[in-house]
């Protein structure tokens, strides 16, 4: 089993950048398929990127070329670094972690706009 723990977020501008942690307990994130996934008001749960255990990548049309994830096996952290941020970006972002018939979410750090 592992614990999550997202942090990162807070108050951003237009065209400003971010880096979203994923600190992991309990277990080593190697062994898990990691993922960033948002949620913006009144809009459904979105995929925004993913790692697999062997490094390979995906991401959504959205994000692609601005967001980049990555994995710290000696630091057990997932990072999404996040620029050309723009207002569409605002959600709160959850850490994902799926092992076999296991999945497991931390509680969320939000991402917000300022004008």
């Known amino acids: 089993q592992v614990q999550l723990v997202e942090s990162g977020g807070g108050l951003v501008q237009p065209g400003g950048s971010l880096r979203l942690s994923c600190a992991a307990s309990g277990d080593a994130v190697s062994i898990y398929s990691m993922g960033w996934y948002r949620q913006a008001p009144g809009k459904q749960l979105e995929l925004v990127a993913g790692?697999?255990?062997?490094?390979?990548?995906n991401y959504a049309d959205s994000v692609k070329g601005r967001f980049t994830i990555s994995r710290d096996n000696a630091k057990n952290t997932v990072y999404l670094q996040m620029n050309s941020l723009n207002p569409e970006d605002t959600a709160v972002y959850y850490c994902?972690?799926?092992?076999?018939?296991?999945?497991?979410w931390g509680q969320g750090t939000q991402v917000t706009f300022s004008s």
């Open positions: 994902n972690a799926v092992r076999i018939f296991y999945t497991f």
């Open positions: 790692i697999s255990t062997s490094d390979s990548t």
